[in-house]
T-cell receptor, first 114, second 111 residues
Framework: GAGVSQTPSNKVTEKGKYVELRCDPI?????LYWYRQSLGQGPEFLIYFQGTGAADDSGLPNDRFFAVRPEGSVSTLKIQRTERGDSAVYLC????????????FGPGTRLTVL | GQQLNQSPQSMFIQEGEDVSMNCTSSSIFNTWLWYKQDPGEGPVLLIA?????ELTSNGRLTAQFGITRKDSFLNISASIPSDVGIYFCAGDYNAGNMLTFGGGTRLMVKP
């Protein structure tokens, strides 16, 4: 079956602009996660959804970052007033249910802020 | 935050050799997972471990959950060129659902 998909695959924006990154999880997976991966490092947790609600957003770096999952499937990560330090690969993952540690990742969106 | 120390940071080996890498933490982990990431791709799950002392294989890959619950290792036997990539350990150490990742081991295989 189809895996986790993310769009766009690459996004180049200017400092101060607003961006939206989309994630489409594996069909039937109720849990969805966003991670950020800087060059040469492992992914770092941002936010986790169970269904439509954000169950844990403790990894969001500041209030410029926000994510939604209005219908419990597709999720959008939104970044306001982007800064050069936001440049990274943003990874989305999903798992079958809450507590299932086997998370399956999408290919990521590479965000570059000029 | 919690950190996983992964070693070695990189390895350059001859095709056919066996490989071993490990991951340690100062805290007890409930689950250990090993992922492989190719350039431009997301991490792909290789093995998941759920109990202290558990030893699990997936083809040429073998991983173990340390009995102290603070470490894990991954072995790759008879390496081949397609084993090239970055291997990450990951785990969860609290009641939450996020994974904490190590810094990765970059594996290079010489044909």
């Amino acid at each position: 079956g189809a895996g986790v998909s993310q769009t766009p695959s690459n996004k180049v924006t200017e400092k101060g602009k607003y961006v939206e990154l989309r994630c489409d999880p594996i069909s039937g997976h109720t849990a969805l996660y966003w991670y950020r991966q800087s060059l040469g490092q492992g992914p770092e947790f941002l936010i986790y959804f169970q269904g439509t609600g954000a169950a844990d957003d403790s990894g969001l770096p500041n209030d410029r970052f926000f994510a939604v999952r209005p219908e419990g499937s597709v999720s959008t990560l939104k970044i306001q007033r982007t800064e050069r330090g936001d440049s990274a690969v943003y990874l989305c993952a999903s798992s079958l249910f809450t507590g299932d540690k086997e998370q399956f990742f999408g290919p990521g969106t590479r965000l570059t802020v000029l | 935050g919690q950190q996983l120390n992964q070693s070695p940071q990189s390895m350059f080996i001859q095709e056919g050799e066996d490989v071993s890498m490990n991951c340690t933490s100062s805290s007890i982990f409930n689950t250990w997972l090993w992922y492989k990431q190719d350039p431009g791709e997301g991490p792909v799950l290789l093995i998941a471990l759920y109990k202290a002392g558990e030893l699990t294989s997936n083809g040429r890959l073998t991983a173990q959950f340390g009995i102290t619950r603070k470490d894990s290792f991954l072995n790759i036997s008879a390496s081949i060129p397609s084993d090239v990539g970055i291997y990450f350990c990951a785990g969860d150490y609290n009641a939450g659902n996020m994974l904490t990742f190590g810094g990765g081991t970059r594996l290079m295989v010489k044909p």
